[in-house]
């Protein structure tokens, strides 16, 4: 399985971003889908995920400034990034779970966001 994401880059504060990642691979479908982000020095921390029934859940950080949505047919999420600030600066990555326990879970290889003030 592979998880190629796309977007990200350096913006301003207050600009937006939309990242997009397609997984790929031996597994047809995926339970859940979304987004993770590590700063420098810091933990991997989620940002938000959508299930394939459409629930969603944010970080606080990121609630009211960023939308997570899903192509289960084309086993695709994207997410919309507003109002960016330089906090949000970090490597972010894809991820997706599978498997009847969700026991099957897979990461993109990241992508560098910077928020410049």
């Known amino acids: 399985v592979q998880l190629q994401a796309s977007g990200g880059g350096l913006v301003q504060a207050g600009g937006s971003l939309r990242f997009s990642c397609v997984a790929s691979g031996s597994i047809a479908s995926f339970n859940v889908m979304g987004w993770f982000r590590q700063a420098p020095g810091k933990e991997r921390e989620l940002v938000a995920t959508i299930t394939r029934g459409g629930r969603t859940i944010y970080a606080d950080s990121v609630k009211g400034r960023c939308t997570i949505s899903g192509d289960n047919a084309e086993n695709t999420v994207y997410l919309q990034m507003n109002n960016l600030k330089p906090e949000d600066t970090a490597v972010y990555y894809c991820?997706?779970?599978?498997?009847?326990?969700?026991?099957?879970?897979?990461w993109g290889k990241g992508t560098q966001v910077t928020v410049s003030s």
């Open positions: 991820h997706a779970k599978a498997g009847i326990f969700n026991d099957l879970e897979f």
